[in-house]
Nanobody, 124 residues
Framework: QVRLAESGGDSVQVGGSLKLSCAASGYAYSGGHYCLGWFRQAPGRKEREGVAIIDYDGRANYANSVKGRFTISEDKAKTTLYLQMNSLKLEDTATYYC???????????????WGQGTQVTVSS
């Protein structure tokens, strides 16, 4: 069973930085597929937005809205996923979810497992 536990959410000011972590267990490369990632859901929005994903070889894909500001990474043991967020903007305020079994197109329909989420609030 895949288990995902996010941490690191906080309140920060515009322009600040934050690093999210996700402890992942029970997920492994299988059938030529491996994908971990981060999604977010902004206040008042129904849909969750793909932020970044990483595959088994460490190749990442980012939403245009976060390119150049966010970096997704994974520890060597592939047990912890990270999201380094720099130059945070008001519009980055959201609940951030760690996901497993995702797809490079960053669409929520492709996600197999969701974490519980961690709140990030950016204020001016």
């Amino acid at each position: 069973q895949v288990r995902l536990a996010e941490s690191g959410g906080d309140s920060v000011q515009v322009g600040g930085s934050l690093k999210l972590s996700c402890a992942a267990s029970g997920y492994a490369y299988s059938g030529g597929h491996y994908c971990l990632g981060w999604f977010r859901q902004a206040p008042g929005r129904k849909e969750r937005e793909g932020v970044a994903i990483i595959d088994y070889d460490g190749r990442a894909n980012y939403a245009n809205s976060v390119k150049g500001r966010f970096t997704i990474s994974e520890d060597k043991a592939k047990t912890t996923l990270y999201l380094q967020m720099n130059s945070l903007k008001l519009e980055d305020t959201a609940t951030y979810y760690c996901v497993a079994d995702c797809s490079r197109d960053l669409l929520p329909r492709g996600v197999g497992t969701w974490g519980q989420g961690t709140q990030v609030t950016v204020s001016s």
